[in-house]
């Protein structure tokens, strides 16, 4: 049974940048492909970004396009997700998710992951 863990979370200004990272243990998720996803108070879990096992395509939300970057070392067994040029709007609950094993499939549904981390709160203030 694996386990996902996540961290880099905090608080920071508009503007500001922040570095999540994702630890996978207990298994390899490396034939896994691998989520970001967020909750902020009162709405929905969404989709954030997503990477294929093979580190090669990518898919994010509109809403983070041009500021975010997943990236993944499946050697070390994590993903990141570098988060630039932050927006209050941004302020959340950050999942880290596994699931899917098809490379050229990216899953933005949270029901198409398995595999969830319990969260690192980010807080963006204006």
């Known amino acids: 049974q694996g386990q996902l863990v996540e961290s880099g979370g905090g608080l920071v200004q508009t503007g500001g940048s922040l570095k999540l990272s994702c630890a996978a243990s207990g298994r390899s998720f490396t034939y896994y492909n691998m989520g970001w996803f967020r909750q902020a108070p009162g709405k929905e879990r969404e989709f954030v970004a997503a990477i294929s096992w093979t580190a090669g395509p990518t898919d994010y939300a509109d809403s983070v396009r041009g500021r975010f970057t997943i990236t993944r070392d499946n050697v070390e067994n994590t993903v990141l997700l570098q988060m630039n040029s932050l927006k209050p709007e941004d302020t959340a609950v950050y999942y880290c998710?596994?699931?899917?094993?098809?490379?050229?499939?990216?899953?933005?549904?949270?029901?198409?992951?398995?595999?969830w981390g319990q969260g690192t709160q980010v807080t963006v203030s204006s």
């Open positions: 998710a596994a699931g899917g094993r098809d490379p050229r499939t990216l899953l933005r549904g949270a029901a198409g992951y398995g595999y």
